[in-house]
């Protein structure tokens, strides 16, 4: 069965703090891993990483893949209180996604 | 104004009632699904479906049926035969049926059953 994990379960930060956030997965006819932004209701697509070692950016937000440790990892730096969220990431792999637990995290002022 | 819609955000419920549950897209996506999840967790796949009158179950289908006659429209049922049905549910669509890549997300709907 496929399994994707995320660490930690939670954190709290302040403003500015940079924030690196774990996701590891054991899947066979992997395809890809995305990450997404849930705040309050639907999540929000970030990054899909196909390629292991290239890193993609949005603003301070970046994430890359390793696909011999299985393994992605997403950074927010200079953290704002608007970051405060719930980052899952799935991997796709045949016809569907498969999401991790999420990892809570708060940015307070 | 392309999207996904759900409705209604709110619903509730008393045990042993049928309930369903919409879901409409006017992406022209082929492909879409159901999701379920519950406080401080992540989202477990109920059903999906990859084209009209075709679905398949996902990790967590009893107690859930689903139907698929227009490709805009993937409507969810939860039966009185799921044990607990108190949930947050979210359908999402993406545009590639052979594989799931990008979904795009519905803003959800907050089911109690009481």
């Known amino acids: 069965e496929d399994k994707v994990v995320q660490s930690p379960l939670s954190l709290v930060v302040h403003e500015g703090d940079t924030v690196t956030l774990n996701c590891s997965y054991e899947?066979?006819?992997?395809?890809?891993l995305l990450w997404y932004k849930q705040e309050k209701k639907a999540p929000t697509f970030l990054f899909m990483l196909?390629?292991?070692?290239i890193e993609k950016k949005s603003g301070r937000l970046s994430s890359i893949l390793d696909k011999k440790e299985l393994s992605s990892i997403l950074n927010i730096t200079a953290t704002q209180t608007g970051d405060s969220a719930i980052y899952l990431c799935?991997?796709?792999?045949?016809?569907?996604?498969?999401f991790g637990g999420g990892t809570r995290v708060l940015v307070k002022p | 104004d392309g999207g996904i819609t759900q409705s209604p955000k709110y619903l509730f419920r008393k045990e042993g009632q049928n309930v369903t549950l919409s879901c409409e897209q006017n992406?022209?996506?082929?492909?879409m699904y159901w999701y379920r999840q519950d406080p401080g967790q992540g989202l477990r796949l109920i059903y999906y479906?990859?084209?009209?009158?075709?679905?398949q179950k996902g990790d967590i289908a009893e107690g859930y049926s689903v139907s698929r006659e227009k490709k805009e429209s993937f409507p969810l049922t939860v039966t009185s035969a799921q044990k607990n049905p108190t949930a947050f549910y979210l359908c999402?669509?993406?545009?590639?049926?052979?594989?799931?890549?990008?979904?795009?997300f519905g803003p959800g709907t907050r089911l109690t059953v009481t």
């Open positions: 992406l022209n996506h082929d492909a």
């Open positions: 899947v066979t006819n992997f395809r890809s």
């Open positions: 479906s990859q084209i009209v009158n075709d679905f």
């Open positions: 999402a669509s993406s545009i590639d049926r052979s594989s799931s890549y990008e979904q795009y």
């Open positions: 196909t390629s292991s070692g």
């Open positions: 799935a991997e796709a792999a045949g016809n569907k996604l498969t």
